[in-house]
């Protein structure tokens, strides 16, 4: 089981970037899945996260401008970033629990996926 990120890059201020998460491998079912972030020389923070059913919740800065959303036929996350800023410059890295088949029985941990970094500068 592995996440797979992409969707980073540079862009001006003002501007918008979405950001793909997709979970592949023996996924029995997944449950929430998130969006952290970390900056250069600071910890890594929640962004926003999804539940199973949809439901949403946003770090305060992001209110408004960031939407988590999910596809759950294709196993997958996205974060549309909209009205960039330069402080959200930061490796972006998703996060999930999920339940995959391993060999004798259903088994559910936490995943990370590999980060993406965005990179919001004139």
């Known amino acids: 089981v592995q996440l797979q990120a992409s969707g980073g890059g540079l862009v001006q201020p003002g501007g918008s970037l979405r950001l793909t998460c997709a979970a592949s491998?023996?996924?029995?079912?997944?449950?929430?899945m998130r969006w952290y972030r970390q900056a250069p020389g600071k910890q890594r923070d929640l962004v926003a996260r999804i539940s199973s059913r949809g439901s949403a919740n946003y770090e305060d800065s992001v209110k408004g401008r960031f939407t988590i959303s999910r596809d759950n036929a294709k196993n997958t996350v996205y974060l549309q970033m909209n009205s960039l800023k330069p402080e959200d410059t930061a490796v972006y890295y998703c996060?999930?629990?999920?339940?995959?088949?391993?060999?004798?029985?259903?088994?559910?941990?936490?995943?990370w996926g590999q980060g993406t970094l965005v990179t919001v500068s004139s």
């Open positions: 491998g023996s996924i029995f079912s997944i449950h929430d």
């Open positions: 996060n999930a629990d999920l339940t995959y088949y391993s060999r004798t029985s259903l088994t559910t941990e936490n995943f």
